[in-house]
């Protein structure tokens, strides 16, 4: 029997050692890349979610894409829309009827506002269907994310957003002049449409 040099097992322990090391550094990686899913998904709501494709009105060009998610007390907006004046303010506002069989977006009725409260910005008593402005860049195209608050989404409750129809105006909101906001013609209209699961 030969005698292992106490240099060879010290060497080998390392080795060991290391090697367990790596597999609890894997398990420990996994276990961060789990978790910052987990923050992800918490992050991004497990609530319902819809969606409102935007066509042009009679006339116009605006079209687009609004999501609606719902995360904790508030939903989640994110709008991509195209068409637009370039460098123009537009109104937007979810309206009562989900319906743009009018061809001008009149079909949708006023502002969607269960609540009876007045026109106004986020920030002050308003509509539950009023929104931020959208602002066009050089190209006509306008991108915005927001949160709502004061509505749900796909609860069946008075300020459920599903099924309400989503117009975008031809001007600025003014946030002042009642019940419309002043903003002119409708030319974009949609209808929130809750997401399949």
Not at 69 to 94: W, Y
Not at 108 to 124: I, L
Not at 164 to 173: F, N, S, Y
Not at 190 to 195: A, H, M, R, S
């Amino acid at each position: 029997m030969t005698k292992t040099p106490a240099r060879t097992l010290l060497v080998l322990s390392a080795a060991v050692l290391a090697l367990s090391g790596c597999s609890s550094m894997k398990d420990g990686f996994g276990a961060m890349k789990e978790g910052m899913g987990e923050m992800k998904h918490r992050m991004m709501g497990d609530g319902p979610s819809a969606t409102a494709k935007l066509d042009a009105t009679k006339g116009n060009t605006a079209n687009g894409t609004v999501t609606f998610k719902q995360h904790g007390k508030h939903v989640m907006v994110h709008a991509r829309v195209s068409g637009l004046k370039p460098f123009g303010e537009h109104g937007f506002h979810v309206h009562e009827k989900g319906d743009c069989s009018s061809g001008d977006g009149m079909s949708t009725g006023g502002h969607f506002n269960p609540t009876a409260k007045p026109h106004g910005p986020q920030d002050a008593d308003h509509h539950a269907g009023d929104m931020p402005s959208l602002k066009a860049d050089a190209s006509g195209s306008a991108e915005a994310r927001f949160h709502l608050e004061g509505v749900t989404l796909g609860d069946g409750g008075p300020t459920d957003l599903s099924g309400k129809g989503l117009i975008v105006h031809v001007g600025p909101d003014d946030y002042k002049t009642q019940p419309t906001g002043n903003s002119g013609a409708r030319i974009a209209c949609g209808v929130i449409e809750p997401t399949k699961r």
